[in-house]
T-cell receptor, first 113, second 114 residues
Framework: SQQGEEDPQALSIQEGENATMNCSYK?????LQWYRQNSGRGLVHLIL?????REKHSGRLRVTLDTSKKSSSLLITASRAADTASYFC?????????????FGKGTLLTVNP | AAGVIQSPRHLIKEKRETATLKCYPI?????VYWYQQGPGQDPQFLIS???????DKGSIPDRFSAQQFSDYHSELNMSSLELGDSALYFC?????????????FGPGTRLTVT
């Protein structure tokens, strides 16, 4: 089964609003990372949160991690049209390979001006 | 700052042909990863190398092979191409052993098989 499922699959909001995307995973992890991808382009690393961390901030981004629920959320505050992209979470399994990231299905965020 | 370089950026091949994709990691990065992303899909891990040795293997078809060279660049060789191989192929690199370190992705190679 897929490790890392994003929710919702698509989200449309107005500029200035906050956007929250969720990610659930199935196995214990070492780290969870969030990536952004503009249509047909490369993946841009946003933030990494380790399994012993609960919350992390980077600019307008806030990531939370609940290992008991095996879930994470990415909050983008004061969204801008330029935030329009797909957002993926990716995990590496605890006790598993150090060399493999498993990506979720992604959330397509559309920020309307 | 230098980024991961992939070449070519676009490639069109016919069925049953071969293709070679190249990846040049960020200088001093010792780990390279390859991912395949089909249309509307999430990236799927194919294979990774650490210090020129294969470190892990994912859902990579037997028709594909890869290696990392002494200068740390990597090549993904794809033979007997099928229509289903059409996808974006990403290379990523990291400094340090494994995914506990941030992976930096290249812009991808878009492969179209006709």
């Amino acid at each position: 089964s897929q490790q890392g499922e994003e929710d919702p699959q698509a989200l449309s909001i107005q500029e200035g609003e906050n956007a929250t995307m969720n990610c659930s995973y199935k196995t214990s992890i070492n780290n969870l990372q969030w990536y952004r991808q503009n249509s047909g382009r490369g993946l841009v690393h946003l933030i990494l949160i380790r399994s012993n961390e609960r919350e992390k901030h980077s600019g307008r981004l806030r990531v939370t991690l609940d290992t008991s629920k095996k879930s994470s959320s990415l909050l983008i505050t004061a969204s801008r049209a330029a935030d329009t992209a797909s957002y993926f979470c990716a995990t590496d399994a605890k006790g598993g390979s150090n060399y493999k990231l498993t990506f979720g299905k992604g959330t397509l965020l559309t920020v309307n001006p | 700052a230098a980024g991961v370089i992939q070449s070519p950026r676009h490639l069109i091949k016919e069925k049953r042909e071969t293709a070679t994709l190249k990846c040049y990691p960020i200088p001093r990065h010792d780990t390279v990863y390859w991912y395949q992303q089909g249309p509307g899909q999430d990236p799927q891990f194919l294979i990774s190398f650490y210090e020129k040795m294969q470190s892990d293997k994912g859902s990579i078809p037997d028709r594909f092979s890869a290696q990392q060279f002494s200068d740390y660049h990597s090549e993904l060789n794809m033979s007997s191409l099928e229509l289903g191989d059409s996808a974006l192929y990403f290379c990523a690199s990291s400094l340090g052993q494994g995914v506990t370190y941030e992976q930096y992705f290249g812009p991808g190679t878009r492969l179209t098989v006709t």
